[in-house]
């Protein structure tokens, strides 16, 4: 379930590149907190305490961001990340009424190693690493793990076979959508094939050479 946690924020009242470049410099990452019909704020947050907390907690952590004259109860509700060296340059925050449920992404994982592995030489491939889940901020779990041992070569696992521990939840995502999926093995030459096919290649230049060599003899006669 959501880990509660305390981040401090400072209320800012500049905008714009320049600004946000200055808070950057100084260790601080622009955020903006909004929702619960209530009206926007622009604030900062240390960047390297907002790692060491996802780090911890995940991305669905409930943060209690505390801006000074006031504490409020917030998700991450989007990242942005610079594209050369993926280090964070925004981040949202999203109030949350820990009484309403919300919607957010959860991390899918394996359970087992599917028969159609073990056995058969098979390629278990996963299509969905998150799904969506509709429940109470304080209900989040911190992943969904599935169970693929039964899985056989061919078989398929959609999003409608998982069966969620909390029944109070709801999954959002479509359920026609595969999680997992058990692939045939795919089809490489053994070492001996290879050398195989190499001899026969071999054994039949030499015919040509030959039946070259008689033609020649023919002529001369």
């Known amino acids: 379930m959501s880990d509660q946690v305390v981040l401090k924020?400072?209320?800012?009242?500049?905008?714009?590149k320049q600004a946000a470049k200055r808070l950057r410099s100084a260790g601080q990452l622009p955020a903006v907190v909004y929702g619960a019909?209530?009206?926007?704020?622009?604030?900062?947050?240390?960047?390297?305490?907002?790692?060491?907390?996802?780090?911890?907690?995940?991305?669905?952590?409930?943060?209690?961001?505390?801006?000074?004259?006031?504490?409020?109860?917030?998700?991450?509700k989007e990242l942005q990340q610079g594209y050369l060296r993926g280090d964070m340059i925004h981040v949202?925050?999203?109030?949350?009424?820990?009484?309403?449920?919300?919607?957010?992404?959860?991390?899918?994982?394996?359970?087992?190693?599917?028969?159609?592995?073990?056995?058969?030489?098979?390629?278990?491939?996963?299509?969905?690493h998150?799904?969506?889940?509709?429940?109470?901020?304080?209900?989040?779990?911190?992943?969904?793990?599935?169970?693929?041992?039964?899985?056989?070569?061919?078989?398929?696992?959609?999003?409608?076979?998982?069966?969620?521990?909390?029944?109070?939840?709801?999954?959002?995502?479509?359920g026609e959508r595969t999680v997992f999926s058990v692939a045939a093995p795919s089809v490489q030459r053994t070492e001996e094939e290879e050398a195989e096919e190499a001899e026969a290649e071999a054994m039949q230049e030499p015919e040509v050479i030959e039946r070259g060599k008689k033609d020649d003899e023919d002529g001369e006669e």
């Open 130 to 174: 998150h799904i969506e889940l509709e429940c109470l901020p304080t209900d989040i779990p911190d992943r969904i793990v599935i169970d693929v041992a039964a899985l056989e070569v061919g078989d398929n696992l959609h999003v409608s076979d998982i069966t969620l521990e909390n029944p109070e939840n709801t999954i959002v995502t479509d």
């Open 9 to 16: 924020a400072e209320v800012r009242s500049e905008s714009g």
């Open 37 to 76: 019909k209530a009206d926007p704020i622009s604030c900062s947050v240390d960047v390297k305490a907002l790692e060491t907390l996802l780090h911890k907690h995940g991305r669905n952590a409930i943060i209690n961001l505390d801006t000074g004259d006031q504490t409020q109860s917030t998700i991450v």
């Open 92 to 128: 949202d925050f999203h109030r949350i009424d820990l009484t309403q449920k919300i919607i957010v992404d959860v991390m899918v994982d394996s359970d087992g190693i599917p028969t159609g592995v073990r056995n058969d030489g098979g390629i278990l491939e996963q299509m969905l």
